[in-house]
């Protein structure tokens, strides 16, 4: 892992890793993803009524800022520690369906995360084409058309096979 890191404070970096999450060895976007995935289902007992859409909003805004500044205290493009955008692309992907049915159906969040990293990898379908636009506005957008990829996919599950 490249150093670079440690040219940015302390809680952007917490931030920007999304607790931490992004500083793993190997594979730092699938830790992030899986990270917001374990944190849907208490997000969802404690509101039945949650909502996912709003979360992936705020932290979508909430973290350019951070981004924007861990970029420019590193001098790097998209550093793989950088994974508050898999966050909010994974929670992107569980606002599509139900939280009530995400709730009587746990197994949807694992597919979930399934289905976001098969996006967030691969980028088909126009999403690495949003990894040129500007500094974290490319980091994270790609991310969030992953989730609503991932979504969509949840969504059709959801409909015709519960």
């Known amino acids: 892992m490249n150093a670079a890191f440690k040219r940015t404070d302390k809680f952007t970096l917490f931030v920007v890793t999304f607790f931490g999450s992004g500083m793993a060895p190997k594979a730092p976007g699938t830790f992030g993803s899986l990270l917001a995935m374990l944190l849907a289902w208490p997000l969802l007992t ?7 859409a709003w979360l992936a909003l705020f932290v979508f805004f909430a973290a350019i800022p951070f981004v924007n500044k861990a970029l420019r205290d590193t001098e790097l493009d998209d550093p793989g520690w950088i994974v508050i955008d898999e966050a909010a692309g994974q ?3 569980f606002a599509f369906v139900a939280p009530e049915t995400l709730l009587s159906h746990l197994w949807m969040l694992p597919l979930g995360f399934i289905f976001f990293r098969f996006f967030d990898i691969l980028k088909p379908l126009g999403i ?11 980091v994270m957008a790609d991310d969030i058309l992953g989730g609503i990829y991932s979504g969509i996919v949840l969504l059709l599950i959801s409909k015709f096979f519960l």
């Not at 404690?46 to 996912?52: A, E, H, K, N, P």
């Not at 690495?128 to 490319?138: S, V, Y």
């Open 46 to 52: 404690v509101s039945f009524r949650f909502c996912f």
């Open 128 to 138: 690495h084409q949003l990894e040129k636009l500007p500094k974290a506005w490319g």
């Open 91 to 93: 929670w992107t992907a």
